[in-house]
């Protein structure tokens, strides 16, 4: 894909939400359409190289992070691109809008991306549905995790409510399920970290889970704004409820120095400048909780270089989002080259 930087430079000459309309409506288009999809397979291939984790046995190390398909639109063409694993959503119960626009900010200057999107979701109901078509229709699939959320309006001490709506509905679609508690955008979500509000929201999520079959394990996604002591609490509530995995981390509130016109923009940052983060991160969580706690490493990976440093620190999975906006497809077959045998202190 060397004409990527080409195509890019089109494409970020149009609004970062409209672009990211247009790239998804691609996709679909091309997984729907068997010679197309075949094309891209061949283009992309790599030779399988299987993780074990949480009980599953991924093709590769790679996966895509929640955020891009939020609604399973395109599935079947991101599954070409040679992902081990797609992570669907965020998903909420009911529709919503998410917040107003622009929630979309490009920083080029600093490979880095700003969203406020705040969850717009089509819908649990409308993405079940399509993971349903999908599983009856298509087989060697990667990996499918679904990323779930409260709704906008379900006051805090309610959210254990959504997020029981969406376990049951997905659990037979999902082969594994995110417990989404660190977006900045949503009011109050991150509360749902500390340890208390997160033991509690866990121990319903577990008692209802043993009555499900399947029950497919479940992970929760953390922020890179906690301090140590805060990771710390709610890694020991991970490990004390039977939680099978982490995602370190979501995107940061915080700002480093960045160059762009859109710094002063409120939300969630993700790109380059979230990877010494979401990297000190990774290290700390993973001398913490040794192999008990499966980590899936995001935040920063822009490289095949840095893809593999974070399997070097003790991931025992990865994902991308922002290095494929500005680095493109070819980035997922450079990362999995480079991570054929990477060491795993997991």
Not at 93 to 112: C, S, V
Not at 136 to 159: C, D, Q, S, Y
Not at 255 to 261: D, I, W, Y
Not at 268 to 287: H, K, Q, V, Y
Request: a positive charge; charged letters at 20%.
């Amino acid at each position: 894909m060397r004409l990527y930087p080409l195509f890019r430079s089109l494409l970020f000459l149009l609004p970062p939400e409209t672009t990211h309309r247009l790239t998804l409506e691609w996709l679909r288009v091309a997984g729907n359409f068997p010679p197309s999809r075949w094309m891209l397979e061949r283009m992309f291939a790599v030779p399988a190289a299987p993780v074990e984790a949480f009980g599953l046995t991924f093709p590769n190390c790679l996966g895509l992070a929640a955020g891009y398909d939020k609604d399973a639109l395109a599935v079947s063409g991101l599954a070409a691109l040679g992902f081990g694993h797609l992570e669907i959503g965020t998903v909420t119960p009911r529709p919503q809008p998410g917040n107003p626009r622009p929630r979309l900010f490009r920083l080029p200057e600093d490979q880095a991306i700003i969203n406020r999107m705040g969850f717009p979701s089509q819908g649990a109901a409308r993405v079940a549905q399509r993971l349903r078509l999908l599983r009856r229709r298509r087989t060697g699939l990667p990996i499918l995790g679904v990323n779930l959320g409260k709704n906008r309006e379900t006051p805090l001490e309610e959210a254990l409510r959504d997020y029981l709506e969406l376990m049951r509905l997905f659990a037979p679609l999902a082969d594994y399920l995110v417990i989404n508690v660190s977006s900045p955008n949503t009011v109050g979500l991150r509360r749902l970290q500390g340890a208390e509000m997160l033991r509690s929201l866990l121990q319903g999520l577990q008692q209802a889970s043993r009555a499900l079959n399947p029950s497919p394990p479940l992970l929760v996604k953390l922020a890179p704004d906690l301090s140590w002591e805060e990771l710390d609490d709610a890694l020991g509530v991970l490990l004390e409820q039977g939680i099978r995995g982490v995602i370190l981390t979501n995107t940061t509130v915080a700002r480093p120095v960045l160059r762009s016109s859109y710094a002063g923009e409120s939300g969630g940052l993700s790109g380059a400048p979230l990877a010494a983060r979401s990297r000190e991160m990774l290290a700390w969580a993973a001398r913490q909780v040794g192999d008990r706690l499966a980590i899936i490493s995001v935040g920063g990976i822009m490289s095949a270089e840095e893809a593999r440093r974070r399997l070097e620190l003790g991931a025992t999975l990865i994902q991308i989002y922002t290095g494929l906006v500005y680095r493109g497809p070819s980035l997922i077959r450079e990362i999995l080259q480079a991570t054929r045998g990477a060491p795993s202190l997991s």
